[in-house]
């Protein structure tokens, strides 16, 4: 092994133990928060999740899982930067591909372009979120981060709305290996 291979392999190795040790201490916090704290990206968070956890579709997949996610009805669909956390619940408008972009327009208070080409994997997203289970679609960009997600909705006493939890897992088996 050169010098280069084995300081690449050893910055991985502190990589990951920052990212197990950040995990351990708030296993059911918040993906970028734990992230932030190891100094990694959310993409290597969700890499050392439970197996089954964080279950990975390639880009290829965008619009066949858009389409499925436009029949489960009302999702919330949550944009995160370090500044802000924007939550939005309707459901999701069709897609259509022009100049550069996926744009959603319809009858929602979803719309907007999408850089598709910018998402690099999907990650269908099954883990405990502040002691309750949380299921969500994460499009993932090539930088490690969360592009937008799509989150399972909950009913009014915040339980997961059952048919969203079939439709979510059913999605998620197909890729899961």
Known sequence: ???????????????????????????????????????????????ILPPGAAVQAPAESFNAIWDELRSWGEILMIVQTPDIVFEVAGTLPEGSEGHGWFNIHGDSPIGGHIKKEACASIAFVDRTFHGRRSLSVWFMNAAGSAMFKIFVRRDKEKELLPHQVARFETLRNSFHH
């Open 1 to 47: 092994m050169t010098a280069a291979t084995l300081n690449a392999s050893s910055e991985a190795n502190e990589r990951r133990a920052r990212a197990q040790a950040a995990l351990a201490e708030k296993p059911d916090g918040v993906v970028e928060a734990i992230a932030g704290k190891a100094e990694v990206t959310p993409a290597e968070i969700l890499a």
